[in-house]
Every structure is written in C-alpha cells, then in structure tokens.
C-alpha cells in the first residue's frame, strides 16, 4: 500500500514524445539554415531622357574605355586618352585618376557634379565591369573602415555591338 | 532479487538540444533573398549594402547553365526568373506584366521600383545594358548592379 502512494506521488513523465519533437525541430532548422555571404550594390540611375549614352549638360565627363578581347577579358582600360593597362594595377591607377579627377577631395563640389561615362566593348565581363565601377566610386578606408566616395554618378555608354 | 535497469538522466542532452535550437530560429532568415545560386557574383571591396532598405526593388538574376565542370551549356546568358529561365530578349512581355501589377497596386505613382541585376561575373556588359535598355523602355530608372562583398585586402 505505502509504495503504490509513492507511485502515485511521483508521476514518471514519459519524455520520449518531447525528444522526438525537439529533435524533428532541430533538424529542420539544421536543413533550412543557409549562411548568406553578404552582397553590396552599385546605384545607376538612367531615366530613359537621360539614356545610355546621353549627356547630362551639367555634369563635367569622365570617359572610361574598356576594350576587350574575343573571350570576354580585358585587354585595356583607358581613361580619356590615357592607357592604364589590363591588371589589377590599372583599376588601382583608375582610382588615382579619378581622385586627381575630382581635385582630391572626395564629397566636395567636383565630386557631386563629375560623371563617370564607362564606354564598354559588348563582350567585356561583368566582373571588369564591376571592378571599374569600384575604383570609380571610390575606395576602402582602412582606418576608418568606411568608403569614402569619389564618384556619385556612373552611366553606361551605349553597347557597342559585335560587327558596328 | 530483481536489479532496476538504471535510469538515464536526460537533462544535460535535452539542455544542449534546446540551446541548438535556440541557435539555429535565431540566425535563420527565411526572408526570400531571391538570389538564384547559379549566379556567380563578382566580388568588390566598397560594395556595401544600402543603409536604407529600399521602398520597392525587383530582383533579376542573369548568368549561364553550366556542366558539372563549370562549361556553360548555351552561350548566351538567361535571367532565372522563378520556374522558368528565359533570354533576354524574350523579357519585355514579363517586364510589361510587372509594371501593369505594379501600376495596379500603385494608381497614380511614379515607378519607384529599383531594378537589382544580380549578374554571373562571365555576361558580357552587353547584355546587362540590352537587359537596362528594356526596362528603362517601359519608364523603370533606378538600377542597381550586385556584387559581393569582399573582405578588404590587407
């Protein structure tokens, strides 16, 4: 009698429904999870008045030539008449340039109204694209750990089709 | 004399279980990012994500189908649009679609909808601006190009 009044007392929970739950939970969450590396984006703005190509009469152009070869790769990179090579060290030269450009003050006056023009060949890569586009924006401060900004305004040139 | 089977404390498994799960509901995100994974973004040290989240964007994905190996099945690149991936010269009639929706949902307005063009580091420009060209046809303005972040150099 004394030990059923201690069963009664201490009912045992049976945890087996819960484990399955929590772990049916668990493994959701484990195959849903996806680590997102993190993306950034380049503003365009192109009204269709101001097309591809069509000059903005206040604003004082910069021309960025890109050539490329029949694959796609960069074969020069040109900024008025100037050749700045097809590596690396010519986008580092872009972004000198277009800081000389802009009289070295990156977010002054010259900085707002100077537009960047990038006159592409149809075929060059993206990723050239976007490598202009970046030395043209600006650059990483590494002690502020900022962008400070060169360049607001990038349009595209109209595309030069294969054959015209 | 019967020996009890001995009694297994599950607290300290069920403490780690609950402290997983914990873990995995907080860094899930199930916002639809909408970014296709067969687009290879290129990487750039300044692009940064906006500080302000945007009003209303579009998404479109444009790169290639590639083999195993890495060789792109067709030449010229496709926007993956969901289901279905189709050139981009057959996308005016969508674009068109999209703006009677948006036309709808906004009487009156202005397009305020920014076009983020999420390309594979390999299309030709060309094609990007042909993809630009459509849009801005039917009054979009605001475009921006995708990269990844990349780690500064040290």
């Not at chain 2, 089977?5 to 199930?30: G, H, K, R, S, Y």
């Amino acid at each position: 009698m004394a030990s059923r009044k201690a069963e009664l007392a201490m009912p045992k929970p049976d945890m087996t429904p819960m484990i399955d739950c929590v772990f049916q939970l668990m493994i959701f969450f484990m195959l849903t999870l996806k680590f997102v590396q993190a993306e950034g984006n380049f503003d365009i703005n192109m009204p269709i008045g101001q097309s591809q190509g069509t000059a903005d009469p206040l604003a004082q152009d910069l021309k960025v030539r890109m050539i490329a070869d029949a694959n796609g790769n960069l074969v020069s990179l040109q900024m008025g008449s100037r050749k700045l090579g097809n590596d690396e060290r010519a986008f580092v030269q872009l972004n000198g340039e277009i800081l000389r450009a802009i009289g070295g003050t990156p977010g002054g006056p010259a900085s707002k109204d100077t537009e960047v023009e990038i006159d592409a060949d149809y075929n060059l890569h993206y990723s050239y694209v976007i490598s202009a586009i970046s030395a043209c924006t600006g650059r990483f401060d590494e002690r502020t750990k900022n962008v400070v900004r060169y360049i607001e305004k990038i349009k595209f040139a109209p595309p030069r089709r294969p054959g015209n | 004399m019967a020996m009890d089977a001995p009694e297994v404390d599950m607290t300290p498994m069920i403490d780690c279980v609950f402290q997983l799960i914990t873990f995995f509901m907080l860094v899930i995100n199930f916002e639809s990012t909408q970014a296709d994974e067969r687009v290879k973004l290129p990487e750039s040290e300044i692009a940064k994500p906006p500080k302000v989240k945007r009003e209303d964007e579009v998404t479109i994905n444009v790169g290639f189908i590639r083999n195993a190996d890495g060789s792109k099945r067709v030449k010229d690149p496709l926007v993956f649009l969901p289901g279905e991936d189709v050139s981009i010269s057959q996308m005016t009639p969508r674009i068109k679609k999209d703006l009677q929706m948006y036309k709808l949902q906004h009487p009156g307005d202005g397009i305020k909808t920014t076009i983020k063009l999420r390309s594979d580091s390999e299309v030709p420009i060309g094609a990007i601006q042909d993809l630009i060209k459509l849009y801005q046809e039917e009054g979009y303005e605001k475009f921006a190009l995708q990269a990844m972040e990349e780690a500064p150099k040290e």
